[in-house]
T-cell receptor
Framework: GAGVSQTPSNKVTEKGKYVELRCDPI?????LYWYRQSLGQGPEFLIY????????DSGLPNDRFFAVRPEGSVSTLKIQRTERGDSAVYLC??????????????FGPGTRLLVL | GQQVMQIPQYQHVQEGEDFTTYCNSS?????IQWYKQRPGGHPVFLIQ???SGEVKKQKRLTFQFGEAKKNSSLHITATQTTDVGTYFC???????????WGAGTKLIIKP
């Protein structure tokens, strides 16, 4: 595709449930990032993939959050036992190579997660 | 951890007036990026500054990187309705792969 896509665009779930958010990066991009953005705030880094491996997962808030990228393309962010505080827009971004200096990151439209 | 402070949080302007947002860091930055996020949209890359004292222009937008590489600014001349949105700065974090983002400055055009 032409850009980064994310599904679903919106997700409403109940406290305690499990959710999966999907990101399809720009074809050929090695680097993939997940961010979380709360209202009125900048994106908060969650995890970075270089290919299939998570090169930096230091931004994941706790062990309820997990992400995979098994084939080095599509990535899934998984949240277990969701809490109301998990409600936010989850943004995915990709870049050609990753690493420093930081390349331009191309963002997807995000998934709006609402935990009731 | 490393932080990037961005001010102001909001700026209300009349169409045609200028707009400026500032980012400051307590540590020296290797580079800084600027993004624009339209209401309901996602961040879109505008520019990256790397050199001390660098100034870059994109039409009515002027981006500056401080001499000490600890601050940066974005100035928009003669704002238009298409400029509405939130402008974020972002800089390399302590780890190799993180971008640390400012909280953003929301540009609001007064009706």
């Amino acid at each position: 595709g032409a850009g980064v896509s994310q599904t679903p665009s919106n997700k409403v779930t109940e406290k305690g449930k499990y959710v999966e958010l999907r990101c399809d990066p720009i074809s050929g991009h090695t680097a993939l990032y997940w961010y979380r953005q709360s209202l009125g705030q900048g994106p908060e880094f969650l995890i970075y993939f270089q290919g299939t491996g998570a090169a930096d997962d230091s931004g994941l808030p706790n062990d309820r959050f997990f992400a995979v990228r098994p084939e080095g393309s599509v990535s899934t962010l998984k949240i277990q036992r969701t809490e109301r505080g998990d409600s936010a827009v989850y943004l995915c971004a990709s870049s050609p190579m990753g690493g420093k200096p930081q390349e331009t990151q191309y963002f997807g439209p995000g998934t709006r997660l609402l935990v009731l | 951890g490393q932080q990037v402070m961005q001010i102001p949080q909001y700026q209300h302007v009349q169409e045609g007036e200028d707009f400026t947002t500032y980012c400051n860091s307590s540590t020296t930055l290797s580079n800084i990026q600027w993004y624009k996020q339209r209401p309901g949209g996602h961040p879109v890359f505008l520019i990256q500054l790397v050199k001390s004292g660098e100034v870059k222009k994109q039409k009515r937008l002027t981006f500056q990187f401080g001499e000490a590489k600890k601050n940066s600014s974005l100035h928009i001349t003669a704002t238009q309705t298409t400029d509405v949105g939130t402008y974020f700065c972002a800089a390399d974090g302590d780890s190799n792969y993180q971008l640390i983002w400012g909280a953003g400055t929301k540009l609001i055009i007064k009706p």
